[in-house]
């Protein structure tokens, strides 16, 4: 369902054979045709290519999905000094397009996910219900949760094929399917066949009929692969931060495709993530508070995002959320973005969790101080620190769990490849890469989770850790 093109192969060299002052309109082309290949190409460079193919009475290509583009095919002319490129831009081309089609799903995936989201917590905050309940370990969960997972994986399923599909995720349907659980059930049945029925608006064609309570259950069932090193997965945290979620905080929307072991892509949705970095140190409810004062135009990115990744694009992009009466064309006004240069740990920003429970706020402040990390913690609820080092709003995430807590896979998968690809690196206190490969958990780390902007700013940590750790209590 990615964006594909007719005569690929003899584009490139077209492209390529121009001569003369064009070089510099087709060097732009050939980029803006990487990124298409890539799916994340930008409204305006689309629009800008467009503008140079009509020069050269260049005609359009029509994508799977309801999104039209234009793109360039020349006019025969001779390109024979550029016979050599053509096993080179091929195999560029097999490489650019690797994941795409699932990337492009995921995305979808993802801004749905969110809009829901957005809805449910609406209601949340604007109403006090029974809407919020308790799993095994007292975590709280939601309907969003159950719903989020439902729809999901149906949209995987629908579009890569549900023979192809398996989901590691973290909700399961004890809860749903016990006795007393069917007002529950109901609403999360109901949420999921509202959300689906609006599939139209993110380019994904709604079912022809509405799905029943087996059906869902069944979908939200399904989510059950146990991971491991071999075959493809995917990793869900339906609502990754439902305590932000339920007090009307920071919350992600949490999706990655593992490959033999590997993060090969990530997509990660912030509805609540504002685009002035200063908010993000303020509780959410004062955000909205504040923002009714002024309310923004239609025309205002006020908050909301999706970033993604791919394994090895040396990448990261982030979009707007899709809004009310608004249809999502890929790849929505994406824009790059990249860690923060700063490495100088008196001007770094730190983020850390909120709750104290599974992270150990005092041996960060200790390793903060011993490293010169002189400004005030960001705590944020769930993967939204990743995305504060991916954008380049934060420069350090340390997490340092309390003994016998087991970090799971879908935490971290999602923002791990996001950070990595936007120029930053995230590794185990002993600074080796995160294994993903061992099931729902993140067997064998070291200590704790280190992600940081650059090298400098990591090695500085991982030596204060060693200093430090024989001191600690964890």
């Given amino acids: 369902m990615s964006l594909y093109f007719s005569s690929l192969g003899s584009?490139?060299?077209?492209?390529?054979?121009?001569?003369?002052?064009?070089?510099?309109?087709?060097?732009?082309?050939?980029?803006?045709l990487t990124h298409l290949l890539l799916g994340t190409a930008s409204s305006s460079s689309l629009a800008s290519l467009h503008c140079k193919a009509q020069s050269h009475n260049c005609i359009g290509c029509v994508s799977k999905f309801d999104h039209t583009c234009s793109f360039p095919v020349m006019e025969e002319e001779?390109?024979?000094?550029?016979?050599?490129?053509?096993?080179?831009?091929?195999?560029?081309?097999?490489?650019?397009?690797?994941?795409?089609?699932?990337?492009?799903v995921a995305v979808r995936a993802v801004q749905m996910a969110c809009s829901l989201c957005q809805t449910i917590q609406d209601n949340l905050i604007s109403r006090t219900n029974h809407q919020v309940h308790s799993k095994d370990d007292n975590s709280p969960v939601?309907?969003?949760?159950?719903?989020?997972?439902?729809?999901?994986?149906?949209?995987?399923?629908?579009?890569?094929?549900?023979?192809?599909?398996?989901?590691?995720?973290?909700?399961?349907?004890q809860t749903l399917s016990k006795a007393n659980a069917s007002e529950l059930l109901e609403a999360v049945v109901e949420t999921v066949n509202e959300c689906l029925s609006k599939a139209a608006q993110f380019g994904v064609q709604k079912p022809k009929s509405a799905l029943g309570t087996s059906e869902v259950?069944?979908?939200?069932?399904?989510?059950?692969?146990?991971?491991?090193?071999?075959g493809r997965f995917w990793v869900l945290d339906p609502v990754d931060g439902t305590l932000g979620f339920v007090r009307g905080d920071q919350y992600a929307v949490a999706l990655a495709l593992i490959e033999d072991g590997e993060v090969v892509l990530g997509v990660l949705g912030c509805p609540n993530y504002p685009m002035r970095k200063e908010w993000l140190s303020y509780q959410h409810r004062y955000h909205r508070i504040i923002s009714k004062l002024s309310p923004p135009n239609s025309e205002t990115?006020?908050?909301?995002?999706?970033?993604?990744?791919?394994?090895?694009?040396?990448?990261?992009?982030?979009?707007?959320?899709?809004?009310?009466?608004?249809?999502?064309?890929?790849?929505?006004?994406?824009?790059?973005?990249?860690?923060?240069?700063?490495?100088?740990?008196?001007?770094?920003?730190?983020?850390?969790?909120?709750?104290?429970?599974?992270?150990?706020?005092?041996?960060?402040?200790?390793?903060?101080?011993?490293?010169?990390?002189?400004?005030?913690?960001?705590?944020?609820?769930?993967?939204?620190?990743?995305?504060?080092?991916?954008?380049?709003?934060?420069?350090?995430f340390m997490k340092f769990a309390r003994s016998g807590y087991k970090e799971k896979i879908w935490d971290h998968a999602a923002g791990v490849i996001i950070i990595q690809e936007a120029g930053g690196m995230v590794t185990d206190a002993g600074g080796r890469p995160l294994d993903f490969s061992k099931g729902v958990y993140l067997e064998g780390l070291d200590r704790g989770i280190v992600a940081c902007c650059g090298g400098k700013l990591h090695e500085k940590i991982i030596e204060a850790v060693d200093a430090s750790w024989g001191s600690s209590s964890l």
């Fill in 11 to 32: 584009i490139i060299p077209r492209i390529l054979g121009q001569t003369g002052k064009r070089y510099h309109d087709q060097f732009c082309a050939f980029t803006t």
């Fill in 78 to 104: 001779t390109h024979n000094n550029n016979n050599n490129n053509l096993g080179f831009l091929y195999e560029q081309e097999e490489q650019l397009k690797e994941y795409s089609k699932e990337l492009d």
């Fill in 142 to 173: 939601t309907v969003a949760d159950w719903s989020v997972q439902a729809i999901v994986s149906w949209i995987l399923s629908e579009c890569l094929g549900r023979e192809n599909i398996s989901i590691v995720a973290e909700e399961d349907v």
């Fill in 217 to 230: 259950l069944e979908i939200i069932s399904s989510c059950n692969s146990i991971g491991g090193p071999n």
């Fill in 301 to 396: 990115w006020n908050k909301g995002c999706v970033l993604y990744a791919k394994k090895g694009s040396g990448k990261a992009w982030m979009q707007p959320l899709v809004h009310v009466n608004n249809k999502f064309l890929w790849p929505n006004n994406a824009k790059p973005v990249c860690v923060s240069s700063i490495d100088n740990p008196a001007l770094a920003t730190f983020c850390e969790p909120v709750e104290n429970a599974n992270s150990s706020h005092s041996f960060t402040a200790g390793l903060a101080h011993s490293v010169g990390l002189r400004r005030q913690p960001l705590r944020v609820y769930s993967m939204v620190k990743y995305a504060a080092i991916a954008r380049g709003d934060a420069e350090v």
